[in-house]
């Protein structure tokens, strides 16, 4: 099984531990961080979203016309734009990339968060409106001829594109989210499903109900699962755990005193969940970054030397994880040293296992 490494498209160089030194969009930063991870081995970046953000939308653009080969995973957020709007938007950037395009759909975890936009929907409402928005766009996407649509959340007549994207049938679709709510639109309708990095036991349980969540939606193949770490590494496991606590000293500092949170999405709080067990699980899974920013998003770290975090990913690959989501907390420098010296080592890995498992299987298929 293939394994592709997902990155970061910031647009300036501001991060957990570290104020950013120019403006939120700064052009000359976002072009070198992306060139940056074209060079060393990466396969796609993410442009996240943030009510108060540098539009993705715009960034990805701007990166899809300046760099060759990268892929773009687009975070779009349904409660602000309107899906026939958004579908043949999406659609344009695939054209302007050349068919590097994937859509991360996010439903939205924090009430406040949604209602700096207009959004006051509740979570699992906001779930179903997102289920029903990559319907449409879906069928927009792949649709030639003029068609009406009432849903619960969307009513539109006699619609049709103009705009296709160049992948056929169309781009790929990806979500995220940890509670029923979430499984059931994600297992119905997502082509990825995101992960943050918890303990291996934990993750295999999610990937399961994942499983069970697009078999109950009548799909015969299952979303392939990506994973998400923040990855401290150095050459020894000595230098690798000084960074650790470095960083976390630095991200402690930058919050202040927040220390006291009580996060609304069920991911957040299965993190927390999990740093309350214990700092350390499996090989090289760190929890107390995700204690000490809430659980907020992508935030448990991987630490050891590039051997010991390329094997603790290689353990997650083996549950069926195939798309590692990584982020360091110095975006460049991480990115070149994580490109250098740990996605060699994975990529070589899964193809020596997937040659011996090929080899495997290769009597058996002339058997039969």
């Known amino acids: 099984m293939p394994v592709e490494f997902l990155g970061i498209a910031a647009t300036n160089d501001g991060s957990e531990t570290t104020a950013r030194s120019g403006a939120a969009f700064d052009p000359d930063y976002t072009l070198r961080l992306a060139r940056a991870h074209e060079d060393h081995g990466w396969d796609r970046v993410l442009f996240a979203y943030g009510s108060g953000s540098s539009d993705p939308t715009t960034a990805a653009a701007f990166l899809a016309a300046r760099v060759d080969r990268l892929n773009i995973l687009l975070a779009h957020r349904p409660n602000v734009s309107y899906p026939t709007f958004a579908a043949r938007t999406f659609a344009t950037l695939d054209q302007i990339s050349g068919g590097r395009l994937t859509v991360h759909f996010i439903t939205g975890g924090n009430d406040h968060e949604q209602r700096r936009e207009g959004d006051t929907l509740t979570k699992d409402q906001r779930y179903s409106r997102t289920r029903e928005y990559i319907q449409i766009v879906k069928k927009i996407w792949t649709t030639h001829e003029p068609f009406d649509h009432a849903g619960e959340h969307y009513t539109f007549h006699d619609y049709v594109s103009d705009v296709f994207p160049v992948q056929q049938p169309r781009p790929g679709v990806s979500f995220g989210g940890s509670s029923p709510a979430a499984l059931a639109a994600g297992g119905a309708e997502a082509d990825v499903y995101c992960l943050w990095g918890e303990p291996l036991a934990e993750t295999a349980q999610q990937i399961e109900s994942i499983r069970q969540a697009a078999a109950a939606a009548g799909r015969r193949e299952v979303p392939r699962i990506q994973v998400a770490f923040r990855p401290i590494i150095a050459p020894t496991e000595e230098l690798a755990w000084e960074k650790a606590y470095r960083t ?24 927390i969940a999990i740093a309350e067990r214990g700092e350390r699980h499996d090989r090289a899974l760190w929890t107390p970054t995700a204690a000490a920013t809430g659980g907020a998003g992508n935030s448990n770290a991987l630490v050891g030397t590039p051997e010991t975090v390329a094997a603790a990913l290689l353990d997650y690959h083996a549950l069926g994880v195939d798309t590692i989501s990584a982020r360091g907390y110095d975006l460049l420098g991480d990115a070149i040293d994580f490109g250098r010296h740990v996605i060699p080592l994975v990529r070589e890995e899964v193809a020596r296992r997937d040659a011996e498992l090929a080899a495997r299987r290769a009597p058996a298929a002339a058997a039969g």
């Open 248 to 271: 976390l000293g630095a991200i402690r500092e930058r919050r202040g005193d927040d220390g006291q949170f009580a996060p609304e999405n069920t991911g957040s709080r299965r993190l």
